[in-house]
C-alpha cells in the first residue's frame, strides 16, 4: 500500500472535488489547495528549472522544505510545512 496508494486516493478526491463543484475553476483552485504544499511546490519547482533551462524533473535541493531546513531543524521544518498546509487546506474548505 504505500505512498502510490495515497496519491492515487488524492487525486481520486481531488477528481471528485472538482466534479462537485458549481464553478470548475473554483473547484480547481479548491483541489489543489486541499492538495497544498506538495502539489504547488512542484509546480513552482518545474516552472524555476525550465525558466533556468534546466531538464523539468531533474532533481534540486530548493525546494520549499529545503529552504525551510537552511534555516531550522528538521522538528521545526516539519511543524513549519505542517502549518503551511493546514493553511492551504483551511483556505481550500473555504472555497467550497
Same mark, same amino acid.
Given at each position: 500500500?504505500?505512498? $502510490?496508494?495515497? $496519491?492515487?486516493?488524492? $487525486? ?6 472538482? +466534479? ?8 480547481? /483552485? ?13 509546480? /513552482? ?21 529545503? @529552504? ?21 487546506? +483551511?483556505? $481550500?474548505?473555504?472555497? @467550497?
Amino acid at each position: 500500500m504505500g505512498s $502510490g496508494w495515497i $496519491g492515487f486516493i488524492c $487525486g481520486y478526491m481531488a477528481l471528485r472535488v472538482v +466534479s462537485a463543484s458549481p464553478g470548475k475553476l473554483i473547484g480547481l /483552485i479548491a483541489a489543489t489547495l486541499l492538495l497544498g504544499a506538495p502539489v504547488i511546490d512542484m509546480f /513552482i519547482a518545474v516552472l524555476r528549472r525550465l525558466l533556468k533551462g534546466h531538464p523539468p524533473f531533474m532533481g534540486d535541493r530548493s525546494h520549499f522544505y529545503d @529552504l525551510i531546513h537552511r534555516k531550522y531543524s528538521v522538528k521545526k521544518t516539519v511543524i513549519i510545512s505542517y502549518i503551511i498546509q493546514a493553511l492551504l487546506v +483551511s483556505a $481550500g474548505v473555504a472555497l @467550497l
